[in-house]
């Protein structure tokens, strides 16, 4: 006769790795409940070490142990299958829940830790669960010459490392801005409690420019100061090449010549001088049938006043301030360590490395513009991440090999 298997009858399967992940999941919400979100920065560095180490020797206990009916399941698809599911529905939680950075406990979402998803409580348990679930799972494995063992420890290892790293490297990673004035060197910054903090670290800004977009062209009324239609505004973009005519209310308005970097020669005239004071300036022709006038316009800046043209008693033609197309930043960077590098083109989103930094473009005075007299960097400390790279890395390479080996990988 078929006796049916109780529930927390060895060997645990479906049905009590729901429940004691469900049973985690829970208790997890009671500890954000009652003491708040979990503090990442308890494990900065060394405690982040210390945690990896006793990580590492529970995963090496699992493999001396793996006969043990705990370490059966706790490496078995059932436990593995709901701690996915767990993370799988906090995650979308998390992805339908406005995440910000401070709360107050005024529901039942935020007391749960919902717009805080990745430092509540529940998430933090089931991720390190998962993790060492993961581990135990890639060391019982016995190595084989075979490609389904190839893809799986590629698979697996990329997936623990990038888990491992980005996780217990959270706490040790630091942002900053640091503001630079051109000549000099920086090495002091402040921290979001506006503190002086020196760091490791100094920047040397040799030089800044800005390269910026032509500009448009709108006709505005002298009144309000609106750009017209008001409806609709129409921006006219200047074109250096074909000098293209246009039309508006009954008249032509045509681009005669352009300087993009102009200064003022006269009350009414502009002349080419690059230099950071300088700005664009347009000689434009407007004619209909009774007038036919030409004169030079611009948006002027902080040093120069603007121009304009008036086309009758109501309306005038304007440029637009220059938008900015880039900025780069010439920088030496020098380490404690006694490292040194240089770029003479640091861009947006083209970071330069140093050591565990990585330095960004981040901004500068939008009031000056072209004559900022600084240029502020963004500076992300992250001693980890090429751990998380190489754990990228290994993921691709064995997502790439199932691909090619296709249906036979398990051969």
């Not at 829970?26 to 409940?33: D, E, I, N, S, T």
């Not at 004169?295 to 008036?310: E, L, R, T, V």
């Not at 304007?318 to 197309?325: F, G, I």
């Not at 007299?373 to 991440?385: H, K, R």
Request: hydrophobic letters at 45%.
């Amino acid at each position: 006769m078929y006796n049916k298997k109780r529930i927390w009858q060895i060997p645990w399967g479906y049905k009590e790795s729901i429940v004691i992940v469900l049973g985690i999941v829970l208790v997890g919400f009671m500890l954000q409940a009652t003491i708040g979100k979990f503090n990442f920065y308890l494990l900065s560095f060394p405690f982040n070490l210390y945690f990896g180490i006793l990580s590492l020797a529970f995963i090496v206990l699992s493999v001396s142990l793996k006969r043990k009916a705990f370490f059966i399941w706790f490496t078995s698809l059932s436990f593995s299958v709901s701690l996915i599911g767990a993370i799988t529905f906090l995650s979308i939680i998390m992805g339908l829940t406005k995440q910000v950075p401070i709360i107050d406990r005024a529901n039942i979402f935020t007391l749960l830790g919902f717009n805080q998803m990745t430092s509540s409580w529940a998430f933090v348990l089931i991720y390190f669960l998962l993790l060492l679930s993961l581990g135990s799972t890639i060391a019982k494995r016995k190595p084989r010459l075979t490609k389904q063992y190839l893809v799986f420890i590629l698979n697996h290892i990329g997936l623990w490392l990038i888990l491992f790293f980005a996780g217990l490297g959270y706490s040790d990673l630091n942002r900053y801005i640091m503001y630079v004035e051109i000549g000099e060197t920086q090495w002091r910054v402040y921290d979001k409690d506006s503190k002086v903090v020196e760091l490791p670290i100094a920047i040397q800004l040799n030089s800044f420019t800005i390269e910026e977009y032509i500009p448009k062209l709108a006709v505005i009324d002298k009144k309000t100061g609106e750009v017209l239609p008001k409806d609709k505004p129409i921006y006219f973009q200047i074109d250096t090449i074909s000098k293209e005519e246009f039309s508006f209310n009954g008249y032509k308005i045509r681009l005669k010549n352009y300087i993009h970097n102009a200064v003022r020669s006269s009350d009414s005239s502009y002349k080419e001088v690059p230099m950071k004071a300088s700005c664009p300036a347009a000689l434009v022709e407007i004619k209909n049938e009774n007038v036919l006038k030409s004169h030079w316009i611009s948006a002027g800046n902080k040093m120069q006043s603007p121009m304009f043209m008036d086309i009758d008693s109501n309306l005038a033609l304007v440029m637009t301030p220059s938008e900015p197309k880039s900025f780069i930043s010439n920088i030496e960077v020098y380490t404690q360590e006694g490292g040194y590098y240089k770029e003479e083109n640091l861009r947006v989103n083209h970071p330069l490395k140093a050591g565990s930094w990585r330095i960004y473009q981040y901004g500068y005075d939008n009031n000056m513009s072209k004559m900022s007299s600084y240029s502020s960097f963004e500076l992300v400390y992250d001693p980890w991440l090429n751990m998380v790279y190489v754990g990228i890395g290994l993921l691709a390479l064995g997502s790439l090999l199932l691909i090619i080996f296709g249906k036979n990988y398990k051969k």
